[in-house]
């Protein structure tokens, strides 16, 4: 294993390094600056643009890293990868901004320097899990991320719930995480790998007990089911959610649930895909049907995520319930288990970090103005902060997937990939869910614009950099609901992940 | 003419519209009312121009050679991953024979309904945005020839319609809102699964000879171009082009309302203010109609073909089944929306017929229903503004108090119950002479003539309620008609009265088209043979 | 005298296992909590590094238990970290009595 | 004076009335003496059907007049074919009679109401709705198709609705209205499906060209059954708007208008414009259809004579007369006897006319009193009301002389003739007793009117002859009720000019196997000596010959019979009606309650409809709205446990599909429990539960 190799392959993980270099930076300077740094936020933003400009580099690159004798990789850098990534960044970025206009968040100000320096772990371990191709490496990456958010959960210390949310989100992370470890175990010992791309030929003549590496793959299951929330690894989404800051519960909610999925996705499509007939379709090796696990997995995700929500009071635990749902749909795409559900996942997910992030944005500024995330603190706001009502309006429309938003066009994939696979039944099932949703988002608006004002209910005042972030978020929305050629050149482009 | 991009302009000046007014700041209601009322009397304007210009030899209905004002270019192109298949998607609008009368219906209905609008009093810069952005909704539906831009039209219509109906409506507004909501939505997603399902079983053929799925309709209308694996080729065994049709259709008759997806139609109207009752009923429920002749006739001839029968029931129940519910209300808003039910079952009778007097009697019907009931809604709105009451037995001697009023009331009654010389008769003689003379659903037909009878019932013991016999004092000072009134009620009778005597005005404009209809239904379903029945 | 195999080794494991399930799901006291999922983390280890001896795997194996060894230690410092804020703002470390947060 | 001509006038005298009608409800409200409008338009109408009247039967008797423009042209259609409707008059010398009556008396009863509607608050509007009768009434005479005939039979309903509930403030008159306009709907009901028979058949509604297809062999599904169906569906129209049993129970309400009104339209020619129909599509009717015809038309000959005895009110009397006399007509075309049946038509509308122009003289000296036994001794007070009153009663009875006594003796003479052919002498029975009863009931109703003392004092002291404007109406029909117009033979019509040159029994196009062997057709017809007679078949003109002298003596008897009575009854009070009526209590009521035939109605088809459509209201808001969105009261019950939520899930989810998610989203919400080892437990289980789950999914 030469030198020059090995620098080629730290070439191919300059993304990763941009954020390592910038996690220490950050520490450096919270060490050497006084309590309030409010260089910090910008500083960080810097760096994952930096982070930012490389990842976009990788478009259309194909290479593996750490490439050991029989042909190991750690690491795999494809266009699927910085997909991922991007999104990782973009609400990265978004989650900064957030935090900076957050007034919860203020009293955590004098941290800083950690709140950043776990940011930037996070990002890190997402990345790995993002590209990562060896079990060992993913497991690490999903503790790295876990940790971090352990913390950042429970970051505004003297809030009950805040501090509630990061102990639950422990227990249960640790205990998933500790399952997953025991099924990387047992696999190790099935087929003497933890290699994604090893395992592949090892997994296809197996002669080994199918029950175990059923089992198995249960546990590692957990252990991703539990980062993208999916039911029954659900449980902890809801709870955490409505008790860490809003803004930690943005990222949460998008970035770390990309990365979940692009472990998910890499692990099936590599690990389990032996190739694909002329329309696209995997052929996945009958080991394990993931197709049926898949959408088992789906049904239930999706309609307890929307009929829970429908009974919420508390507007981000709504959307935490939400996004559960959403999950759901993703799920239901991926278990098409062909190219064109794959493209549908990534279109889905371009579309949903806008319209999630920009709920949550909202949900920030109005809680900085009335101080209440309760739905029925949202009584007539649409007169009183117009412009938030609309917005939100437009973000509610677009996650129930109504015309002439995003969140059609992601649906509309979706519904197209799974007819395609003549998956009626779980169309129509979605379709249906897809009505309940309307119930209780339709129930925000009619508390902000059907319900009458409660006197001094605050004006609305945005400062000129709130409104740029917010249409940042709108304009996507509308405009990628009309022409979404971009969105989806894009996915087409990106689902080309290394191998097969 | 054909350069002028009419139909674009005529869809999305209303949009304009709503973006000035949102620009406008709050107080200065005057400004924002004229101009909605100016936006809406241009379309008005193009309306007629459109008329003007249209070539009555022209069929329209499955080729594009023959549709008018056509708009078509490229919107949506994804070729990049070639084993995906590349996805094209037309902004292609036009009009033929069966849409042009509706434009003319939606553009006349939205103008009067801003009148009928003038005395909103909270919120006004919100109703007016969403008013105009419902406004390009109804239109857009009209003019798309590509099913996807049909369907967000389609879509773009409900969240304006919740907020009007939440917003601005009755006492049981949010239920109704949100009711009329959940009901077309529910529609709607089947619409959006039968659509997907046309999409990825039919192919257009490009200049360069390649084939790319489509979701423009008139490519969906010719058997060549489905894809023998298709999911909804007609060649496919299975009877899944039988489900299709039914989701389309369900999602349809919902918005006409059909039996017994009416129930949110009442409440609807009960709740909604007048001119949003107005829309609704003017122009809203004959998008299901007009769906089912644009969607599903041509697209599923020979399934049409099948179940016409059924259709034609469906036709009779409601005509029966709404007439004899008007007859026991007590709301007299309530009463309209139920005469609503009885006569698009005319339409759905007619359209069953699938010969030229039948449909063409539909079509016509839409088109008086649309004028006769905006014309009906204005009297309840007129009345209760007035009387701040809609209970029928409340009244009574208003002849003499409001004479003109009266008037226009019996002019109206009396078209509704399809008095000769008032439009309506036109259409109901065509659609009974033209489902008479289909064999199977002759007894229908028959049976549902008592409509007539029951029309007259509910209709004239309403009018006796309301304005004859003795004055109730209580109302000794409610005065007649304003001139804004006055505007809302003259061009309409105009028209009820100008159709009524001379309908050739209307007929001419869609016969070609309705013969083309016909006959495709007649010569296509072979072409669309295979199916397992 | 029998000499010790695989299998062995698995039923230490997976009795480990079990116990620390057993443990997370039954303790109330959070640190003893905490410890269940030391129990889940090691029974791998011992699954790693006895399939590494046994099926001549090489020292992967090995190497896999020490990453998990050094990663389960930080995981108790920040649990334990966690546990500390939990105490000062419920002053008990009894998982139960958390549960501000529901339905 | 050209053909032409002739179309430009009857066009005038068909489209004046409707521009009176428009002006004078447009400017009615301004203008006072707007009426006067109206009252010259319908003058010059008048002119102008006189002039066609004498044109046409003066110089071409025997030639048709077609005029039509093309209305609604679609060309030819796919299935349908050719499918061009046109408007279009015809005028022959049915049309121009008709129009001259109609014309004649709209006009008398526009210068009869200046004087009898005088102060009325609505008086322009009155006549602007006398205009839009006349209007839709000549449409009628004029149309030269079938469904151009239907939407004039419309208009005219519209206008009696108008007309009869011309004083809405009173309950009654509103509901007379009402139930007429929806009783002549019934009938109509059935008209319209038999347009619709025609259409299918025949693509076309202009009458000669069914008749010409009809002649042809085409027939509706091919079958005779089909065409007397046909044939009976448009005679429901005539049911209807004739007040034929059993829809005739509107004409006694439509009373409630104002007299001259019921003189127009509900005794001299809407009436009659079921019989004119009748006259219309006579030669498509076949055997089957004229003997039901003719049963409709005794049933509405007697029953109503039976109700007239006993009424008191007097407009109600001349009411029940006047269906009676429709039911003759009705009854003459029903036994083949065309010309007579039209010629009844004729002479009973100016004699009705006069008789309740007459009556509305009386009840407007009396103070709008119409019960007869209030009245009496009036001929001392006005004296030509009475003079005219009495001639048109003889009239009516069937005293020689009159007009009246020709066409009845026709009619008669036609059942007579009929028996001897088929042997069923039920309708000459009818017929006969019918004249008797006829006789009676008017003369009880003069000298009940005029004669003996007054029995209200205070009443008769006010009461005054009439001012001109009313009284000469009443001359001018007077003398229309004499003979001499019709024919100069006082005792047989047959030969005189107006059934001889004007009036011609059309030749049949039913096919040999569905006709009367007697009707005229091509085959068996009859000309004797260059149409100096009347055109019949051989057999049915030598029937009539048996039939005339008998018919000519019994009906004299039987008038003379009935009068005597009358006077026996009322005037010399030598039998007493009163012991006889309670003698007969069980007849007399149910004559007197009109055989209870509106009970009935109200006790049945009213009642169950009513009944049936509230019933679907209830169904509506309660199973319906509940299968596809249950019922609140589920959710509130529902809600009462689950309380903490918002009402905005009472409202909202007021609906079966949401209740059961709501209820279901209740349970997952409470999986949700808060504390965190339960989370872990369910993780577990659910995990094991998956295990198992997918071992069998792989194994199966």
């Known amino acids: ?500 | 003419m054909q350069q002028v991009p009419l139909l674009s302009l005529i869809t999305f000046l209303p949009i304009i519209g709503m973006i000035l007014i949102l620009f406008l700041p709050k107080n200065n209601e005057k400004v924002i009312k004229s101009l909605t009322l100016a936006v809406t009397g241009i379309q008005v304007l193009l309306g007629i121009v459109i008329w003007r210009f249209y070539d009555y030899s022209l069929g329209g209905i499955y080729n594009q050679a023959s549709f008018q004002f056509v708009e078509k270019f490229r919107w949506i192109e994804i070729s990049s991953v070639s084993w995906l298949g590349t996805i094209k998607i037309d902004y292609f609008l036009g009009i033929d024979g069966i849409s042009a009368p509706l434009i003319l219906l939606t553009a006349v209905i939205t103008f009067i309904a801003t009148l009928a609008s003038w005395n909103i009093k909270t919120s006004i810069k919100g109703y007016f945005a969403l008013f105009l952005l419902l406004d390009t909704g109804m239109m857009g539906v009209f003019v798309a020839l590509d099913f996807f831009l049909f369907y967000i039209f389609w879509e773009i219509m409900l969240l304006p319609m919740y907020f009007l109906i939440g917003i601005w409506g009755g006492p049981r507004k949010e239920y109704a809102a949100i009711k009329f909501f959940i009901y077309t939505l529910l529609g709607s997603v089947f619409i959006l699964l039968a659509m997907i399902g046309l999409y990825l079983s039919a192919t257009e053929t490009l200049a360069d000879g390649s084939k790319v799925f489509t979701f423009n309709m008139l490519q969906l209308m010719n058997a060549e171009n489905y894809t023998a694996d298709g999911i909804l080729s007609p060649l496919n065994p299975s009877n899944l082009r039988l489900w299709a049709f039914l989701a389309l259709f369900v999602g349809f008759a919902i918005k006409i309302p059909m039996f017994p997806f009416h129930t949110w139609l009442p409440d609807a109207h009960v709740e909604a203010p007048t001119a949003i009752s107005v829309i609704l009923a003017g122009v809203l429920l004959k998008m299901g109609t007009y769906g089912i002749l644009r969607i599903n006739y041509p697209m599923f001839p020979e399934i049409t073909n099948q179940l016409v029968w059924w259709i034609a029931l469906f036709g009779m129940i409601n005509i029966i089944y709404g007439a004899l519910c008007a007859l026991a209300q007590k709301d007299f808003k309530k009463l309209i929306a139920y005469s609503s039910v009885s006569h698009m079952g005319f339409v759905m009778l007619g359209m069953a017929s699938l010969n030229t007097a039948g449909v063409s009697g539909a079509v016509l019907q839409m088109f008086n229903h649309g004028t006769i009931t905006a014309m009906l809604f204005i009297i309840v709105g007129i009345i209760y503004d007035r009387a701040h009451t809609r209970g029928l037995d409340d009244f009574g001697g208003l002849a003499n108090q409001m004479p003109v009023y009266t008037g226009f009331v019996t002019i109206a009654f009396f078209a509704a119950i399809g008095l000769p010389g008032l439009s309506g008769f036109i259409s109901e003689t065509f659609v009974f002479l033209g489902a008479f003379h289909v064999e199977s659903i002759r007894l229908i037909t028959v049976i549902s003539t008592l409509g007539i009878l029951l029309g007259a019932g509910y209709m004239l013991w309403t009018l006796q309620r309301i304005f004859l016999g003795q004055l109730n004092p209580k109302w000794s000072a409610l005065e007649d008609l304003t001139a804004r009134e006055y505007a809302m009620l003259i061009p309409l009778t105009i028209i009820v009265i100008a159709l009524g005597v001379y309908p050739s005005l209307m007929l001419d404009l869609m016969n070609s088209s309705v013969n083309t209809m016909v006959n495709f239904l007649l010569k296509s379903p072979e072409t669309f043979s295979g199916l397992p029945f | 005298m029998m000499t010790i195999g695989l299998q062995h080794f698995l039923i230490v494991s997976g009795l480990l296992f079990s116990l620390g399930i057993f443990g997370i799901m039954t303790r109330k006291n959070a640190v003893m909590v905490l410890m269940g999922i030391e129990l889940i983390l090691n029974s791998a280890n011992i699954n790693f590094i006895a399939f590494a001896k046994y099926g001549n795997f090489g020292y992967h194996g090995q190497m896999i238990a020490l990453f998990v060894i050094i990663l389960a230690a930080a995981e108790a410092a920040i649990a334990l970290a966690i546990v500390l804020n939990i105490y000062k703002n419920f002053s008990t470390v009894n998982v139960d009595e958390v549960n501000k947060l529901k339905e | 004076m050209s053909e032409n001509q002739i179309i430009l006038f009857s066009l005038f005298s068909l489209f004046a009335p409707l521009l009176g009608f428009v002006v004078t409800v447009i400017l009615g409200k301004r203008f006072k003496f707007m009426y006067l409008f109206e009252v010259a338009v319908i003058t010059l109408v008048l002119l102008a059907s006189i002039s066609v009247l004498f044109v046409k039967l003066g110089y071409l008797p025997d030639t048709k007049i077609v005029s039509e423009f093309a209305w609604i042209s679609l060309g030819n259609l796919p299935i349908l074919g050719d499918f061009n409707l046109s408007l279009g008059i015809m005028i022959d010398n049915l049309t121009v009679i008709m129009l001259f009556v109609v014309s004649l008396i709209s006009t008398l009863v526009h210068y009869y109401s200046i004087a009898y509607m005088k102060g009325d608050p609505r008086f322009n509007r009155y006549f602007a709705y006398l205009g839009i009768f006349t209007f839709s009434m000549m449409g009628i005479v004029l149309t030269h198709n079938i469904l151009m005939m239907y939407i004039f039979w419309e208009l005219v309903g519209l206008s009696s609705y108008l007309l009869i509930g011309f004083w809405y403030e009173k309950k009654s008159a509103s509901d007379a209205s009402k139930k007429a306009f929806i009783v002549n709907r019934i009938g109509d009901v059935g008209m319209f499906a038999g347009i619709m028979m025609i259409f299918v058949t025949y693509h076309t509604f202009t009458f000669d060209t069914i008749f010409e297809n009809i002649s042809s062999g085409v027939l509706p599904f091919n079958s005779d059954f089909w065409l007397t169906i046909t044939g009976l569906l448009l005679f429901c129209g005539a049911i209807g708007k004739s007040a034929q049993f059993p829809l005739h129970v509107w004409l006694p309400d439509a009373m409630e208008g104002p007299t001259p009104v019921s003189a127009l339209i509900h005794a001299a020619t809407m009436v009659a414009a079921g019989v004119y129909l009748v006259a219309r599509i006579f030669v498509l009717l076949t055997g089957d259809a004229l003997f039901i015809i003719a049963v409709v038309g005794a049933l509405s000959a007697l029953i109503p004579a039976t109700i007239a005895l006993t009424q008191n009110d007097i407009k109600k009397v001349l009411a029940y007369s006047t269906i009676s006399q429709l039911g003759y007509m009705i009854l003459a075309l029903g036994v083949g006897s065309f010309a007579y049946g039209f010629f009844h038509l004729i002479t009973h509308a100016f004699f009705k006319a006069g008789l309740f122009l007459g009556s509305g003289s009386v009840i407007h000296s009396m103070h709008h009193e119409q019960d007869i036994q209030k009245m009496g001794a009036l001929r001392k007070k006005m004296p030509i009301t009475y003079i005219t009153f009495v001639i048109f009663s003889i009239a009516i009875a069937g005293v020689p002389l009159t007009s009246g006594f020709l066409s009845k003796d026709g009619i008669l003479a036609g059942t007579y003739a009929f028996g001897l052919l088929t042997g069923q002498w039920i309708f000459a029975i009818v017929g006969f007793l019918v004249a008797m009863m006829t006789a009676f009931y008017m003369f009880r109703l003069v000298i009940l009117t005029f004669h003996g003392e007054a029995r209200d004092h205070h009443k008769f002291e006010h009461a005054h002859e009439s001012p001109l404007l009313m009284t000469v109406p009443l001359m001018i029909l007077a003398t229309l009720s004499v003979f001499i117009f019709y024919t100069a033979n006082p005792v047989d019509a047959e030969g005189g000019w107006f059934l001889s040159k004007w009036v011609k029994t059309p030749t049949t196009v039913v096919p040999e196997s569905a006709r009367y062997s007697f009707m005229v057709s091509d085959a068996n017809i009859e000309e004797i000596a260059h149409s100096e007679k009347i055109v019949h078949s051989v057999s049915y003109s030598e029937a009539l010959h048996h039939a005339h002298m008998p018919a000519v003596f019994l009906s004299l008897f039987l008038a003379g019979l009935g009068i005597l009575t009358a006077f026996l009854f009322y005037q010399w009070k030598k039998l007493n009606a009163d012991k006889l009526a309670s003698s007969l209590k069980p007849l007399y009521n149910f004559s007197y309650n009109k055989w209870y035939i509106d009970e009935f109605y109200d006790a049945t088809f009213l009642a169950f409809t009513m009944a049936l459509s509230r019933f679907l209201a209830w169904f509506d808001q309660t199973i319906v709205d509940g299968i596809v969105n249950g019922t609140a009261t589920i959710t509130r019950f529902f809600s009462r446990f689950t309380g903490g939520f918002d009402t905005y899930v009472v409202d909202g989810l007021v609906n079966l599909f949401a209740y059961v998610s709501g209820m279901f989203g209740l349970i997952l919400r409470k999986l949700q429990l808060g504390k965190v080892q339960a989370y872990v437990v369910l993780v577990i289980f659910s995990l094991v539960i998956l295990v198992f789950l997918f071992t069998n999914l792989q194994i199966g």
């Open chain 1, 1 to 500: 294993m030469s030198i020059e190799y090995f620098l080629n392959s730290l070439y191919l993980i300059k993304p990763e390094i941009v954020v390592t270099t910038f996690l220490v930076f950050v520490v450096l300077l919270d060490l050497f600056s006084n309590k309030r740094n409010n260089l910090l936020p910008f500083f960080s933003i810097l760096g994952l643009l930096v982070t930012g400009y490389f990842v976009l580099e990788q478009f259309g690159l194909k290479g593996l890293a750490f490439v050991t004798s029989d042909s190991r990789a750690m690491v795999s850098v494809d266009s699927f990868s910085a997909f991922f990534k991007s999104i990782v960044v973009l609400s990265s970025i978004y989650f900064i901004l957030m935090t900076v206009y957050s007034k919860e968040m203020e009293e955590t100000f004098d941290r800083t320097g950690e709140y950043y320096t776990l940011m930037f772990g996070m990002v890190l371990g997402m990345f790995f899990m993002i590209s990562g191709s060896d079990l060992i490496l993913l497991y690490l990456s999903v503790e790295l991320v876990s940790l971090s958010s352990y913390v950042m959960a429970g970051f505004a210390k003297n809030s009950e719930k805040s501090s509630e949310a990061s102990l639950k989100y422990l227990i249960y992370g640790a205990l998933s995480s500790g399952l997953m470890l025991f099924g990387i175990s047992l696999i190790y010992g099935l087929t003497a790998s933890t290699n994604l791309y090893e395992l592949n030929p090892l997994l296809i003549v197996s002669e080994a007990n199918s029950f175990i590496l059923m089992f198995a793959m249960l546990l590692i299951f957990a252990g991703i089911g539990y980062k993208i929330s999916a039911v029954p690894f659900h449980f902890w989404t809801p709870d955490v959610y409505e008790g860490a800051p809003t803004p930690v519960t943005a990222y949460l909610s998008v970035a770390s649930k990309a990365a979940g999925f692009a472990l998910l996705i890499r692990l099936i499509k590599v690990s389990f895909i032996a190739e694909k007939d002329t329309f696209g379709f995997w052929i996945y090796n009958p080991i394990f049907n993931w197709q049926d696990f898949l959408v088992i997995i789906s049904v239930a995700t999706m309609t307890l995520g929307n009929f829970a929500a429908l009974w919420q009071k508390n507007v981000k635990r709504m959307l935490a319930y939400s996004s559960i749902a959403h999950a759901g749909y993703l799920l239901a795409a991926l278990a098409v288990l062909s190219d064109t559900g794959l493209v549908a996942v990534l279109v889905y997910f371009a579309v949903y970090l806008l319209m999630n992030l920009g709920a949550f944005l909202i949900v920030i500024f109005i809680k900085n103005k009335t101080g209440s995330e309760e739905l029925d603190s949202y009584d007539g706001i649409g007169f009183s902060m117009p412009f938030l009502g609309v917005s939100f309006t437009i973000f509610l429309v677009s996650l129930t997937g109504l015309p002439p938003t995003a969140g059609f066009i992601g649906k509309l994939y979706l519904f197209i990939a799974l007819v395609d696979a003549k998956m009626f039944v779980l169309a129509i099932i979605a379709l249906l869910n897809s009505v309940v949703s309307l119930y209780y988002y339709i129930r925000i608006l009619k508390h902000m614009f059907l319900a009458k004002p409660s006197e001094n209910s605050p004006k609305e005042e945005l400062s000129a950099v709130q409104f740029i972030i917010l249409f940042s978020l709108v304009i996507p929305v509308l405009l990628f609901g009309v022409y979404f050629s971009p969105i989806v050149e894009l996915a087409k482009n990106s689902i080309l992940l290394l191998g097969f």
